[in-house]
Protein backbone atom coordinates (compact mmCIF):
# COMPACT_ATOMS: atom_id res chain seq x y z
CA UNK A 1 0.00 0.00 0.00
CA UNK A 2 1.54 3.15 -1.65
CA UNK A 3 1.47 6.22 1.17
CA UNK A 4 3.04 9.63 1.92
CA UNK A 5 6.08 9.48 4.44
CA UNK A 6 4.85 9.64 8.29
CA UNK A 7 5.84 12.65 9.39
CA UNK A 8 8.46 12.70 13.24
CA UNK A 9 6.79 13.39 16.39
CA UNK A 10 6.33 16.69 17.09
CA UNK A 11 5.13 16.53 20.56
CA UNK A 12 7.33 16.04 23.81
CA UNK A 13 5.98 14.83 26.75
CA UNK A 14 6.36 16.90 30.44
CA UNK A 15 6.13 15.02 33.93
CA UNK A 16 5.80 16.07 37.02
CA UNK A 17 5.88 13.89 39.94
CA UNK A 18 6.71 10.14 40.56
CA UNK A 19 4.56 7.73 38.96
CA UNK A 20 2.19 5.44 40.69
CA UNK A 21 1.23 8.73 43.19
CA UNK A 22 -1.73 10.54 43.22
CA UNK A 23 0.68 13.98 42.25
CA UNK A 24 1.78 12.31 38.65
CA UNK A 25 0.93 14.48 35.57
CA UNK A 26 2.06 14.19 32.49
CA UNK A 27 1.33 17.16 29.94
CA UNK A 28 2.47 16.93 26.13
CA UNK A 29 4.18 20.59 24.93
CA UNK A 30 5.31 21.04 20.93
CA UNK A 31 9.07 19.46 20.52
CA UNK A 32 10.48 22.64 19.74
CA UNK A 33 8.65 25.31 21.17
CA UNK A 34 7.79 24.03 24.32
CA UNK A 35 4.73 25.46 23.96
CA UNK A 36 1.87 23.35 26.34
CA UNK A 37 -0.71 21.82 24.20
CA UNK A 38 -3.52 19.89 24.26
CA UNK A 39 -3.77 16.18 23.70
CA UNK A 40 -7.25 16.35 23.33
CA UNK A 41 -7.72 19.71 21.02
CA UNK A 42 -4.67 20.62 19.39
CA UNK A 43 -3.23 16.74 18.44
CA UNK A 44 -4.89 15.99 14.81
CA UNK A 45 -7.27 13.40 14.54
CA UNK A 46 -5.71 11.90 11.00
CA UNK A 47 -2.02 11.07 10.85
CA UNK A 48 -1.67 9.92 7.34
CA UNK A 49 -3.78 9.85 4.26
CA UNK A 50 -2.90 6.92 1.77
CA UNK A 51 -2.81 6.82 -1.57
CA UNK A 52 -6.22 4.53 -1.71
CA UNK A 53 -8.48 6.98 0.64
CA UNK A 54 -7.36 5.23 3.73
CA UNK A 55 -6.52 6.77 6.82
CA UNK A 56 -4.38 5.99 9.61
CA UNK A 57 -5.64 7.50 12.81
CA UNK A 58 -3.67 8.94 15.72
CA UNK A 59 -5.06 7.94 19.46
CA UNK A 60 -3.51 9.41 22.63
CA UNK A 61 -2.59 6.51 25.42
CA UNK A 62 -4.06 6.59 28.43
CA UNK A 63 -2.85 3.10 30.09
CA UNK A 64 -1.92 -0.53 29.60
CA UNK A 65 -4.05 -3.14 30.58
CA UNK A 66 -3.67 -6.82 31.86
CA UNK A 67 -4.22 -9.22 28.82
CA UNK A 68 -8.27 -9.69 28.44
CA UNK A 69 -9.34 -13.12 29.39
CA UNK A 70 -11.64 -14.77 27.41
CA UNK A 71 -14.25 -14.52 26.32
CA UNK A 72 -14.41 -10.66 25.79
CA UNK A 73 -15.29 -9.91 22.74
CA UNK A 74 -12.00 -7.94 21.63
CA UNK A 75 -10.13 -11.37 23.35
CA UNK A 76 -11.92 -13.49 21.34
CA UNK A 77 -11.24 -11.66 17.87
CA UNK A 78 -7.65 -11.41 18.57
CA UNK A 79 -7.50 -14.89 18.96
CA UNK A 80 -8.31 -15.52 15.26
CA UNK A 81 -5.11 -13.48 14.88
CA UNK A 82 -2.06 -14.68 16.94
CA UNK A 83 -1.91 -18.00 18.91
CA UNK A 84 -1.40 -16.51 22.08
CA UNK A 85 -4.92 -17.08 24.57
CA UNK A 86 -5.05 -13.94 24.77
CA UNK A 87 -3.14 -9.83 23.95
CA UNK A 88 -2.74 -6.80 25.48
CA UNK A 89 -4.76 -3.76 25.25
CA UNK A 90 -4.49 -0.32 25.68
CA UNK A 91 -7.09 1.84 26.62
CA UNK A 92 -6.48 5.29 24.74
CA UNK A 93 -8.31 8.33 23.88
CA UNK A 94 -9.08 9.90 20.17
CA UNK A 95 -8.39 13.28 19.53
CA UNK A 96 -10.62 15.83 18.26
CA UNK A 97 -13.48 13.69 19.17
CA UNK A 98 -16.19 14.39 21.53
CA UNK A 99 -19.46 12.37 22.01
CA UNK A 100 -21.38 15.33 23.01
CA UNK A 101 -24.20 15.09 25.81
CA UNK A 102 -26.17 17.74 23.84
CA UNK A 103 -27.00 15.93 20.67
CA UNK A 104 -28.40 12.42 19.82
CA UNK A 105 -26.08 10.09 18.04
CA UNK A 106 -27.56 9.32 14.49
CA UNK A 107 -26.66 5.99 14.64
CA UNK A 108 -28.47 5.09 18.28
CA UNK A 109 -30.37 8.44 19.36
CA UNK A 110 -28.75 8.32 22.69
CA UNK A 111 -26.87 11.14 23.40
CA UNK A 112 -23.16 11.09 24.38
CA UNK A 113 -21.00 10.97 27.54
CA UNK A 114 -19.13 13.95 27.15
CA UNK A 115 -16.10 12.56 26.55
CA UNK A 116 -13.79 12.12 23.79
CA UNK A 117 -14.24 8.83 21.87
CA UNK A 118 -12.50 5.60 23.61
CA UNK A 119 -9.89 3.74 21.59
CA UNK A 120 -8.80 0.42 23.01
CA UNK A 121 -5.95 -0.74 21.12
CA UNK A 122 -4.80 -4.28 20.62
CA UNK A 123 -1.79 -5.87 18.89
CA UNK A 124 1.68 -7.42 20.39
CA UNK A 125 3.81 -3.82 20.24
CA UNK A 126 2.83 -2.04 24.20
CA UNK A 127 2.76 1.61 24.30
CA UNK A 128 3.65 3.78 27.25
CA UNK A 129 1.09 6.06 28.83
CA UNK A 130 0.54 9.46 27.08
CA UNK A 131 2.20 8.25 24.07
CA UNK A 132 0.90 9.82 20.56
CA UNK A 133 0.48 6.83 18.18
CA UNK A 134 -0.46 6.26 14.55
CA UNK A 135 -3.24 3.61 14.47
CA UNK A 136 -5.09 1.35 12.17
CA UNK A 137 -9.18 1.78 12.58
CA UNK A 138 -10.26 -2.34 12.42
CA UNK A 139 -14.26 -1.39 14.08
CA UNK A 140 -16.25 -0.14 16.72
CA UNK A 141 -18.51 -1.36 19.61
CA UNK A 142 -21.37 1.18 20.75
CA UNK A 143 -21.24 0.60 24.66
CA UNK A 144 -24.90 2.23 26.46
CA UNK A 145 -23.00 3.15 30.07
CA UNK A 146 -25.78 4.80 32.27
CA UNK A 147 -27.97 5.83 29.49
CA UNK A 148 -25.11 7.85 27.79
CA UNK A 149 -23.47 6.50 24.30
CA UNK A 150 -19.51 5.61 25.00
CA UNK A 151 -18.20 4.10 21.83
CA UNK A 152 -15.56 1.53 21.51
CA UNK A 153 -13.38 2.23 18.59
CA UNK A 154 -10.96 -0.98 18.62
CA UNK A 155 -7.42 -0.26 16.46
CA UNK A 156 -4.19 -1.68 16.21
CA UNK A 157 -1.19 0.07 15.78
CA UNK A 158 0.13 1.07 12.33
CA UNK A 159 3.85 -0.05 13.14
CA UNK A 160 2.68 -3.31 14.60
CA UNK A 161 3.70 -6.55 13.05
CA UNK A 162 -0.22 -8.17 13.11
CA UNK A 163 -1.52 -4.57 11.39
CA UNK A 164 -0.84 -6.08 7.96
CA UNK A 165 -3.06 -9.14 8.45
CA UNK A 166 -6.06 -7.97 10.85
CA UNK A 167 -8.24 -5.88 8.39
CA UNK A 168 -12.06 -5.40 10.31
CA UNK A 169 -13.40 -6.76 13.44
CA UNK A 170 -16.07 -9.38 12.85
CA UNK A 171 -19.76 -9.02 13.41
CA UNK A 172 -22.19 -10.61 16.19
CA UNK A 173 -21.80 -10.79 19.86
CA UNK A 174 -23.68 -11.80 22.68
CA UNK A 175 -26.43 -9.24 23.41
CA UNK A 176 -25.43 -7.24 26.54
CA UNK A 177 -26.07 -3.30 27.18
CA UNK A 178 -24.76 -2.40 24.15
CA UNK A 179 -25.78 -0.58 20.83
CA UNK A 180 -26.81 -3.17 17.75
CA UNK A 181 -27.80 -5.79 20.51
CA UNK A 182 -23.76 -5.98 21.49
CA UNK A 183 -22.47 -6.55 17.77
CA UNK A 184 -19.11 -4.63 16.58
CA UNK A 185 -19.56 -3.19 13.37
CA UNK A 186 -16.80 -2.56 10.83
CA UNK A 187 -14.30 0.13 10.03
CA UNK A 188 -16.71 1.99 7.83
CA UNK A 189 -18.76 2.17 10.21
CA UNK A 190 -16.45 2.96 12.95
CA UNK A 191 -14.92 5.57 10.91
CA UNK A 192 -18.24 7.20 10.28
CA UNK A 193 -18.57 7.39 13.86
CA UNK A 194 -15.26 9.49 13.98
CA UNK A 195 -16.19 11.98 11.86
CA UNK A 196 -19.49 12.79 13.43
CA UNK A 197 -17.48 12.97 16.72
CA UNK A 198 -14.94 15.12 15.13
CA UNK A 199 -17.51 17.41 13.33
CA UNK A 200 -18.97 17.91 17.28
CA UNK A 201 -15.72 18.76 19.36
CA UNK A 202 -14.61 21.11 16.02
CA UNK A 203 -17.46 23.56 17.19
CA UNK A 204 -16.75 23.17 20.89
CA UNK A 205 -12.74 23.40 20.79
CA UNK A 206 -11.13 26.45 22.51
CA UNK A 207 -7.59 25.85 21.66
CA UNK A 208 -7.56 25.97 17.46
CA UNK A 209 -7.53 29.76 16.06
CA UNK A 210 -10.80 30.88 15.18
CA UNK A 211 -12.49 29.33 17.94
CA UNK A 212 -14.72 30.85 20.05
CA UNK A 213 -12.97 31.43 23.63
CA UNK A 214 -8.99 30.40 22.29
CA UNK A 215 -6.81 30.15 25.18
CA UNK A 216 -3.50 31.47 25.35
CA UNK A 217 -0.50 28.49 25.93
CA UNK A 218 1.47 31.19 28.12
CA UNK A 219 -1.47 31.31 30.46
CA UNK A 220 -1.26 27.58 31.40
CA UNK A 221 1.68 28.00 33.73
CA UNK A 222 2.76 24.40 33.41
CA UNK A 223 5.43 23.31 35.82
CA UNK A 224 9.16 22.17 34.89
CA UNK A 225 9.52 18.69 33.79
CA UNK A 226 10.81 15.81 36.24
CA UNK A 227 11.41 12.53 35.07
CA UNK A 228 11.69 10.55 38.92
CA UNK A 229 11.56 6.91 39.19
CA UNK A 230 8.11 4.89 40.33
CA UNK A 231 6.83 5.13 43.44
CA UNK A 232 7.39 1.55 45.54
CA UNK A 233 4.03 -0.51 44.04
CA UNK A 234 1.84 -2.04 46.65
CA UNK A 235 -0.02 -4.56 46.45
Not at 50 to 73: A, G, V, W
Not at 202 to 230: C, F, R
Request: some cysteine; overall charge negative.
Amino acid sequence: MNSKPRPKPEYNLRKRGRPFTNSHRIYFEHLSSHIPISSVHDIPLIHTHHHDQSKIYNMITLSLLLPLPHPTHISAYTAQSTPTQATPSTMALSPQTWESPFHDDPSTGIKGDNDPLDAVGIGKRISHTMEAKAVKVLGVLGLVDQGEMDWKVVVIDAEDEMAGRVEEVPSGGEPNDYAFKGEFRGREFAETIIDECHVVEEAGNTTLVGTPGKMDPDDTNLPPNEDLSPAPHRG
